[in-house]
Each structure stands twice: as structure tokens, then as C-alpha cells.
């Protein structure tokens, strides 16, 4: 019985699984650089969150805007002007802010970008069209 084709089949597949398994060993190695990256970035996140909770700690509190009505859209509506680079009309900001384009929720935007231009926090630019003072 000649052995030598099977040693020959043996030695092809000795060949790609060493080829595989040289393979596998450099993705670990690279798995493992990222992986070691990764934790060190969470650390600095921590010790990061960490300080930031101390110096938050220490700062005085202080509502955002003093005499801004208490209703949760009014801090949005001066997110939406604080990243606006020109003016904007009611329906604008019912957009950023998610509003269904409805009358009655444009009309209640209005209606509170009117209040804040009375608080002297916004300014009417021209009928309608508000922008931060």
C-alpha cells in the first residue's frame, strides 16, 4: 500500500490550517490592542465623569434663565435660539422641537415666543420672525 497520497492530503491540510490559524493569531492580537484602547478610554471617562461631578458639586445652583416660565418648552425653545444662526418664525422652532405642524401648536409656539420677547429674552425682527437677544 503506498501512504505517500495521503501523507501529501495530510500535509495540504497541515498547511491551511496553520495558514488559518497564523491568521486567527493576528486578528487576537489586533482584537486584544483595540480591546486594551477601549478600556483605557472608559477609564478616562470615569475619572473624567468623576471630576465633572466634583467641580458640579461645588458650583452654586442657579435656575438656567431667571423669570423663564416654568413650562418644559421654554428651555428647548432657548436650546433652539442658542444653535439658530439667524431668526426664526414659530413654525421653524415647532419643527426642531418635533411639534406636529398643526395650527393650534404653532399658534401655542407663537404665543410663547411672544411671552419670552415681553421677558426681554427674545426679540420680534420683524412680524413673526424671532431671534435671541
Not at 478610554?41 to 458639586?57: G, Q
Request: a negative charge.
Amino acid at each position: 500500500m503506498n501512504v505517500q497520497p495521503l501523507l501529501d492530503a495530510l500535509h495540504v491540510q497541515e498547511d491551511a490550517t496553520r495558514a488559518v490559524a497564523d491568521d486567527l493569531r493576528t486578528q487576537v492580537a489586533e482584537l486584544q490592542g483595540r480591546l486594551r484602547e477601549a478600556e483605557t478610554h472608559l477609564e478616562h471617562l470615569a475619572i473624567t465623569r468623576k471630576t465633572v461631578t466634583a467641580l458640579a458639586d461645588r458650583l452654586p445652583a442657579h435656575p438656567v434663565s431667571p423669570g423663564l416660565p416654568e413650562h418644559p418648552d421654554y428651555p428647548r425653545i432657548l436650546a433652539v435660539f442658542n444653535e439658530a444662526t439667524g431668526p426664526l418664525r414659530a413654525r421653524d422652532v415647532c419643527e426642531v422641537l418635533d411639534h406636529e405642524l398643526l395650527p393650534k401648536n404653532i399658534e401655542g409656539t407663537r404665543a410663547k415666543l411672544k411671552r419670552l420677547v415681553k421677558l426681554d429674552v427674545l426679540t420680534e425682527v420683524d412680524a413673526g420672525s424671532f431671534a435671541r437677544k
